[in-house]
């Protein structure tokens, strides 16, 4: 690790379609972990591709008659404004196909080295044999396999070790770059190594993906690698465990095949998405059901209404020990989880205990006013790397159901959602409660909680001016 620094590269999408709740249970799982590494004090350089150029999509692209460049730039949208519904923070993000240069060169070099070799179409292919660790990572022995045997596609039986194509050959109505190889595309395995060491340098600290990228295509990306670089490639993997819905693996065919954009249509909030994905830790399998998902929903709830009970309450003057160290040991518990491999249940777990013993201590009136602040610090921390506390849920369904509606999807958009949003618009009298309290916190000069008031009503359409003649509201 360079200065305290860590840099870390994940697999991202391959946009050819709306991206699925599997696909973002993976991408919320390395998002908690750059989160947790930086509240851990370190910097990080956190790098994810787009694959922009594939199989799917040339096909996709031709089938809707638009370009390959207009395919992807929908679903490289969709992607991004995916990812921030559910308070994914956005890596430094690299396209495949803006890296074709690179790529050829990269080729280019393997062949000086004797490592890959080209065939009568343009393609090029890596030669397995020249790599004895080939299978090291997911520990899969390769003895005794075909030198020569070839395969051309991205994806490839999981059991048998073929040479790869780093770069395929130009074929009549497909994508095609000139470049210093000749004309063709970069195969997919080779995109994630260029882009990652271009951007991260030649050894870096951690890669990520989901658990099936494991083999081919992490173990090519280490062989092409290493075997130009002589050096390490990734020092740590990191791969989410395969998510399933309702006990059974996602498929089209099953009808449990969800985006993030299909639940919210169904009446789930985005915080509740959030919660559930990240409710299980990344090693663990995560059963998605819909049981859990109104179960996280109340779990979000209960934290966003303790902290309103915190802010807004009145208590009395002075501290009481009990709550001091109940916050220093939920912060501390908070850490050791995540510490251990990233254990996101019991960090979860933790806060709820807290969330139980304050709701018990405010019952006996043991939360005094110095009891409030180290309290809500210990929600803020859990909040920087689970970010469900703060609610924009409403502007953010608000937006999904205008993307429904911009694709005739409007059918799918349920009573119970527009009713929810609805509700959402705040009426005076909650716009006055939660200016009341934003005066309360200001009055105690606790501006923190006046900024996140604000805030809040910031999110449900009212701005809210501070003048010096004291504070004024309107509707946006
Ligand atoms: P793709 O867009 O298919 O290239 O996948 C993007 C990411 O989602 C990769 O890291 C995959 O490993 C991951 N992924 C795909 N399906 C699932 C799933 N059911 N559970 C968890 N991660 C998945
Ligand atoms: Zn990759």
Request: charged share 30%; glycine share 6%; with cysteine.
């Amino acid at each position: 690790m360079r200065d305290n620094e860590v840099r870390m590269y994940a697999c991202g999408p391959t946009v050819y379609d709306y991206g699925h709740i599997g696909n973002f249970r993976t991408f919320v799982a390395v998002d908690l972990l750059q989160r947790f590494l930086r509240q851990s004090g370190y910097k990080v350089q956190y790098v994810m591709n787009i694959t922009d150029v594939d199989d799917k999509i040339i096909r996709n692209s031709a089938r809707d008659g638009v370009t390959v460049q207009q395919f992807t730039a929908k679903y490289e949208k969709a992607f991004i404004e995916d990812a921030a519904l559910i308070n994914i923070e956005q890596p430094k993000l690299a396209r495949a196909t803006e890296h074709i240069p690179q790529m050829a060169d990269f080729v280019a070099k393997l062949v000086e080295k004797g490592i890959a070799y080209r065939t009568d179409d343009g393609s090029f292919y890596f030669r397995i044999a020249t790599f004895p660790r080939y299978g090291q990572l997911s520990k899969k022995d390769f003895k005794g396999m075909l030198d020569g045997a070839r395969v051309d596609v991205d994806e490839y039986d999981k059991d048998s070790a073929r040479d790869f194509a780093l770069w395929k050959g130009p074929k009549p109505g497909e994508a095609s770059w000139q470049t210093s190889i000749g004309p063709g595309r970069p195969g997919w395995h080779l995109e994630c190594s260029v882009m990652s060491m271009q951007e991260l340098g030649e050894s870096f600290d951690l890669h990520a993906g989901g658990e099936d990228l494991v083999f081919p295509h992490h173990e090519n990306e280490i062989a092409q690698s290493e075997s130009l670089t002589e050096k390490p490639f990734a020092h740590f993997w990191f791969h989410a465990r395969f998510l399933l819905v309702e006990g059974e693996k996602m498929s089209k065919s099953l009808g449990n095949f969800f985006t993030l954009r299909d639940l919210v249509l169904k009446g789930h909030k985005p915080s509740s998405l959030r919660y559930l994905l990240a409710s299980v830790p990344y090693r663990n399998q995560l059963n998605f059901t819909f049981d859990g998902l109104k179960q996280a929903a109340v779990s979000v709830d209960r934290l966003r209404n303790f902290r309103l009970r915190l802010s807004a309450g009145n208590f009395p003057e002075g501290s009481t020990p009990a709550m001091q160290l109940l916050a220093t040991e939920t912060v501390a518990h908070m850490r050791a989880a995540l510490d251990d491999d990233l254990n996101t249940a019991q960090a979860q777990g933790a806060i709820f205990e807290m969330v139980r013993q304050t709701n018990a201590a405010f019952d006996a009136g043991q939360v005094n006013k110095d009891d409030v602040a180290p309290l809500i610090s210990a929600l803020t921390k859990f909040d920087e790397i689970f970010a469900v506390i703060d609610d924009d849920d409403a502007p953010k369904i608000k937006r999904v159901v205008e993307w429904a509606r911009a694709e005739g999807r409007e059918k799918e958009v349920s009573k119970e959602l527009l009713d929810f949003i609805q509700s959402a618009e705040l009426s005076d009298a909650d716009i006055e409660k939660k200016i009341s309290a934003m005066k309360a916190a200001r009055a105690s000069r606790d501006f923190k909680t006046s900024d996140r008031l604000r805030a809040e009503l910031f999110d449900s359409g009212v701005i809210v001016e501070i003048t010096k003649d004291g504070i004024r509201w309107r509707r946006k």
